[in-house]
């Protein structure tokens, strides 16, 4: 399967069938006064990032930037070049799936700054906020080196790219502006710049799920000053990173296709302030002290999320998407608040007798192939097949090909995972922070979706509890969800939460309407 193919369907009709998809050109030009900006060199960098894995909607990408500016520490991952825009072109390069060229194509401009060329747009972020403007663009009084806003732009901007490429002839309306806030999980038409400019915290994190949302996690931290600690990495997929992955695995490119991705990840962020611990194994076999810890949650299948919840952690940061929608949640307070397997009832596996059955029809090389994987002889595989017997050959059949069994190829596309992963790493620090910023017990749910940027549902809001999940109906289980869950909470002092570790808060410019 090529690159392309998680982003091809149509949606139930709601996109252009994929080969009637405009495929354009888009430039990206980064304003001269601000190239030097290490927020503008975010913003530049993801925006490329997710438009050269666009395959099929992005014919090429121009990029232009003075070629005097130093490369920023930690913006753009494994490149030896010292230049920012040399920087950019070799990243995109080794990924080798959109071209990106220097200079202008002629195509459609997006200019990374304050101020947009006419009739397009500009793309500005910086701190916890991001999006672009028709208009130009007042910047905030203390400038932040954070990549979570200048994300968020990027993923705003490349999505109104894909809409313009794949909505309908005639159906696309632009925004004349539009931004979100990771801070206070709003939207505006201008920018919000509430939130700490500089951020100090020490992390004791499992990331649960390297794919398109966890590695962007990855990059999050890895690109964040002020962040330290330790971070564990989880995940078993045993196909490592494949070519389908990079439409929207912005920390990966060619040369890392076939390797683990919690170790690629690893490898990749070397350089981050936090030290990384890598497992090829799930989230629930890694030996973690769930009781005392945070996770984020990044894994894409409903049977994971129930191991996890399992577990019982006592904070469990949500992050997922769908279609064009991406969506945050902080699980809890126990009882009342949703838990990691609300609403998310696990997939069905098939039954040891429709395993062996459809063994039974499979081609003898095959089964072969399937034997040597779960380290069983072939004969002995074959006898199971024939007789179920129970025993451990029958066992590691089973298990072997319950965990390597195809998953449904969902349709994702990179601006929306790399969106669900910002806001997601941005709600862990903030919840390691005390902050008093959403999401909170009583809006536990933030949701962004792109077909419409200014939409009054992409916000923070309040989570019902499934009614029918069976991880909430046992009083034993939410008594223990509880006390490990409260341990977390910050002491209260004078009836407040404490706000711990924020650093040059930018409280007395006046937020933006929301």
């Known amino acids: 399967m090529n690159v392309s193919s998680r982003h091809e369907g149509t949606l139930g009709d709601r996109l252009r069938p994929f080969d009637q998809s405009l495929q354009i050109n888009v430039d990206v030009v980064v304003q001269p006064d601000l190239a030097g900006e290490r927020s503008m060199q975010h913003c530049a960098w993801m925006l490329v990032n997710i438009l050269s894995r666009l395959k099929g909607i992005v014919r090429k990408v121009g990029f232009v930037c003075p070629e005097h500016v130093q490369l920023q520490e930690r913006v753009v991952p494994e490149v030896s070049s010292s230049c ?8 995109a390069k080794s990924l080798d799936v959109v071209p990106v060229h220097r200079g202008r194509t002629g195509g459609l401009c997006i200019v990374v700054g304050t101020n947009p060329e006419e009739g397009g747009w500009a793309v500005f972020g910086s701190g916890w906020t991001g999006g672009v403007s028709k208009s130009a663009i007042q910047p905030p009084v203390t400038p932040s080196t954070l990549p979570f806003g200048p994300y968020i732009a990027a993923c705003v901007a490349a999505g109104e790219v894909f809409k313009f490429a794949r909505l309908p002839e005639n159906t696309y309306e632009a925004p004349h502006s539009a931004f979100f806030s990771a801070w206070t999980l709003r939207v505006s038409d201008t920018p919000n710049y509430a939130g700490p400019s500089q951020i100090a915290v020490e992390l004791d994190a499992l990331i649960a799920g390297v794919g398109a949302v966890g590695c962007t996690a990855v990059h999050c931290l890895w690109a964040c000053d002020g962040v330290g600690g330790r971070v564990v990495l989880a995940d078993n997929d045993d196909k490592g990173v494949d070519g389908t992955n990079l439409n929207r695995y912005p920390l990966f490119r060619t040369e890392s296709l076939g390797k683990p991705k919690a170790a690629e990840a690893a490898r990749i962020a070397g350089t981050a302030s936090v030290q990384w611990v890598p497992f090829q194994s799930p989230a629930e076999e890694v030996d973690f002290q769930w009781s005392m810890k945070r996770v984020l949650s990044a894994v894409d299948r409903n049977r994971a999320r129930s191991a996890i919840q399992d577990k019982y952690p006592a904070r469990i940061i949500g992050a997922s998407t769908s279609d064009l929608r991406a969506e945050v949640v902080r699980c809890g307070p126990p009882g009342t608040g949703p838990c990691l397997s609300c609403f998310n009832p696990p997939e069905q596996l098939k039954s040891d007798d429709e395993i062996r059955e459809q063994l039974a029809n499979a081609r003898e090389e095959a089964i072969r192939s399937i034997a040597a994987a779960a380290d069983v002889g072939t004969a002995a595989a074959a006898d199971w097949i024939a007789s179920g017997k129970c025993g451990t050959v029958g066992a590691r059949l089973l298990s072997h090909l319950r965990h390597t069994e195809a998953e449904p190829q969902e349709f994702a596309v990179g601006f929306v995972s790399v969106f669900a992963g910002t806001v997601g790493v941005a709600e862990l620090l903030k919840d390691s922070m005390g902050s008093e910023a959403p999401l909170s017990d009583s809006e536990q749910r933030a949701v962004f979706q792109f077909w419409t940027p200014l939409a009054s549902s992409n916000r923070s809001k309040g989570a019902m509890v499934d009614p029918n999940c069976p991880k909430c109906a046992s009083l034993e289980r ?16 004078g009836g407040g939460r404490e706000t711990r570790s924020l650093v040059h808060c930018e409280s007395a410019e006046k937020p933006a309407n929301s």
């Open 84 to 91: 920012f825009a040399a920087a950019v072109l070799e990243a």
């Open 478 to 493: 939410i008594r223990i969800a509880h006390t490990r869950f409260s341990a977390l909470e910050p002491k209260r002092e």
